[in-house]
């Protein structure tokens, strides 16, 4: 069973820790993403990756930066949290060609006190 | 660049009865994806269905179905003889194959079903 799989469900941290959301997949998809999802504006792409090291900006990428050292994990980092940064981190992966799917692990929700 | 709208933020349909959601979308490429994710309150991503752009069929599958109208680059969802279950957030979403594996999605529309 393919399996994207997210570090922690709940996550609270204080404003300025720098925060590390990891997410790993099992499928060897070349792609990973990272979206945040808040109510009303549907889920935005903050960073996504096609290959090892390589990574693209998304929509939302300001305070946010990514790594990808091994195929299947792709890390969100946050350098200076901040309470604006409260939301669901959902994380997932798939294949290269448009018309695959994307498959997602069960979210992170992070607060920032 | 690429845009989708889903302007229905909810709706609500009686139980057994058909519903359609809503989805317009924007791209300049030639060739795209067009998917519909659903989404319980358990929080799970769950995957519905997919529509090429040069499918020349509407998708199907089971009680789901995809009216793709191109030319009005439009992309609704069909849900025929609604459950309780059905119950959820619903994301329309598209990938085109000139971004480089990226994908949107669009605002969600919150589906209620009535018994």
């Known amino acids: 069973d393919v399996k994207v799989t997210q570090s922690s469900r709940y996550l609270v941290k204080r404003t300025g820790e720098k925060v590390f959301l990891e997410c790993v997949q099992d499928?060897?998809?070349?792609?990973m993403f990272w979206y945040r999802q808040d109510p009303g504006l549907g889920l935005r792409l903050i960073y996504f990756s096609y290959d090892v090291k390589m990574k693209e900006k998304g929509d939302i990428p300001e305070g946010y930066s990514v790594s990808r050292e091994k195929k299947e994990r792709f890390s969100l980092i946050l350098e200076s949290a901040s309470t604006n940064q409260t939301s669901m981190y959902l994380c997932a992966s798939s294949l290269q060609n448009f018309n695959e799917k994307l498959f997602f692990g069960s979210g992170t929700q992070l607060s920032v006190l | 660049a690429q845009k989708i709208t889903q302007t229905q933020p909810g709706m609500f349909v009686q139980e057994k009865e058909a519903v359609t959601l809503d989805c317009t979308y924007d791209t300049s490429d030639q060739s795209y994806g067009l998917f519909w994710y659903k989404q319980p309150s358990s929080g799970e991503m769950i995957f519905l269905i997919y529509q090429g752009s040069y499918d020349e069929q509407n998708a199907t599958e089971g009680r789901y179905s995809l009216n793709f109208q191109k030319a009005r680059k439009s992309a609704n969802l069909v849900i025929s003889a609604s459950q309780l279950g059905d119950s959820a957030m619903y994301f329309c979403a598209m990938r085109g194959n000139n971004q480089g594996g990226k994908l949107i999605f669009g605002q969600g529309t919150e589906l209620s079903v009535k018994p």
């Open positions: 499928m060897d998809h070349e792609n």
